[in-house]
């Protein structure tokens, strides 16, 4: 055992702190809060009576203030992984993992694509022999299906939302100002065609 693990007797059950962990456990001895690097406590530990003397039961001991463990159970630990895995529906109605990005940054002239296999379509043959023509010139062409998608997508886009909101509000903005211009001019007008205004009699 680690001679840095220290054990708490607690009403509810009882904790291990080690360096590098801290576990909770029930009365039972099972884990219920584990911090730290957690895959390293037990996953149960059991303190048991010995006898039923309260005062020299436990299995542990305390001689000349140092604990002593006298009798432990270690349950087998059980450490799982968990992945997250995104789906998509093709359109016969089968599942596959999603997994194509496609990304284009500033100043980027490389496109690369990444994957276990590859399926190439004719129309996207095409489009990959009109890239390899033009690679002189940097420039791939794209489908008209392809050239859709990316709009679609820029438009779904958070970014293109709050930069249309943006543009919503400044146009409001201006027809407001607008208005309010309109209406300052007439009421200066109308104030100066009254009598006793600077238009009244001219």
Do not use: C
């Amino acid at each position: 055992m680690n001679k840095d693990m220290v054990l708490i007797l607690r009403d509810d059950g009882h904790e291990l702190q080690t360096a590098e962990y801290t576990a909770r456990y029930d009365r039972n001895g099972k884990r219920t809060i584990a911090m730290g690097l957690y895959e390293k406590s037990p996953f149960s530990f059991r303190v048991e009576r010995l006898t039923e003397d309260k005062s020299t039961g436990l299995a542990i001991g305390v001689k000349e203030g140092e604990v002593f463990i006298k009798d432990a159970f270690i349950g087998s630990g059980i450490v799982s992984a968990n992945y997250n895995v995104k789906l998509n529906i093709n359109n016969v109605g089968k599942l596959h993992e999603a997994g194509m990005i496609l990304g284009v940054e500033d100043g980027q002239s490389n496109v690369e694509f990444m994957a276990d296999r590859y399926t190439v379509h004719e129309a996207a043959s095409s489009i990959i022999e009109n890239a390899v023509a033009t690679s002189a010139k940097t420039k791939i062409r794209l489908g008209d299906e392809m050239k859709q998608a990316v709009i679609d997508a820029v438009r779904e886009s958070d970014l293109f939302a709050s930069i249309q909101a943006k543009i919503d509000a400044q146009t409001a903005s201006v027809v407001d100002l607008q208005q309010a211009m309109h209406e300052a001019v007439n009421d200066a007008l109308r104030n100066a065609l009254k009598p006793g205004g600077l238009l009244f009699k001219r």
